[in-house]
């Protein structure tokens, strides 16, 4: 399969725990984009990847998240004491080029915070 | 703020019916402005981009400039049409910016 890949698939956690996803982008692809989704809503605006450079930021992003990209290939998605305002689907996207181009997504990591 | 919106959660037609799915964006410059779908149980993926102009399953999307919308109409619903469906900005960084979706059911 050579489309983008998130692990895990489904993650349920306690309040005030920590939780990392991963994204494995499409190999060429030197774009890497997190959104957040909720019940409801469309998909917003995390953060973003060019290679390895983070290169923005949403007002989304609290400092208890955190994002890496350490070779440019896969990425890593932290929220560290978790929230029930955090739960929603995270998705992971990437793509070729900037603007104009295709974001191919992956299927999601669902969060739920008990 | 850059912002997209789609007016209608919910669009119920019956097959064979024309469907037209609305989207209104904000942005005075020249916006890159897509469709994407997501059927049960599968990715979001791409529908189609403005700047190509093309059809594909038979919707098309026209940008209009003055009434800053980017509506996706297809001339006969079918029932695999039913799907949620998001309109989207690109920015200048690539990012998109999404509407809140609308769900179209076809009913057989």
């Known amino acids: 399969d050579t489309g983008v890949s998130q692990d895990p698939r489904h993650k349920i956690t306690k309040r005030g725990q920590n939780v990392t996803f991963r994204c494995d982008p499409i190999?060429?692809?030197?774009?890497l984009y997190w959104y957040r989704q909720t019940l409801g809503q469309g998909p917003e605006f995390l953060t973003y990847?060019?290679?390895?450079?983070?290169?923005?930021k949403s007002r989304l992003l609290s400092d208890r998240f955190s994002a890496e990209r350490p070779k440019g290939s896969f990425s890593t998605l932290e929220i560290q004491r978790t929230e029930q305002g955090d739960s929603a689907m995270y998705l992971c996207?990437?793509?070729?080029?900037?603007?104009?181009?295709?974001?191919?997504f992956g299927p999601g990591t669902r969060l739920t915070v008990l | 703020a850059q912002r997209v919106t789609q007016p209608e959660k919910l669009l119920s037609v019956f097959k064979g019916a024309p469907v037209e799915l609305k989207c209104n964006y904000s942005?005075?410059?020249?916006?890159?402005l897509f469709w994407y779908v997501q059927y049960s149980r599968q990715r979001l993926q791409l529908l189609l981009r403005?700047?190509s102009r093309e059809s594909i399953k038979g919707f098309t999307a026209d940008l209009n400039k003055g009434e800053t919308s980017f509506h996706l109409k297809k001339p006969f619903a079918q029932e695999e049409d039913s799907a949620m469906y998001y309109c989207?900005?690109?920015?200048?960084?690539?990012?998109?910016?999404f509407g809140q979706g609308t769900t179209l059911q076809v009913k057989p």
């Open positions: 989207a900005q690109g920015s200048n960084t690539g990012k998109l910016i």
């Open positions: 190999s060429e692809h030197n774009r």
């Open positions: 403005h700047i």
């Open positions: 990847f060019q290679n390895e450079a983070q290169l923005e």
């Open positions: 942005y005075s410059g020249s916006p890159e």
């Open positions: 996207a990437s793509s070729f080029g900037t603007r104009g181009y295709e974001q191919f």
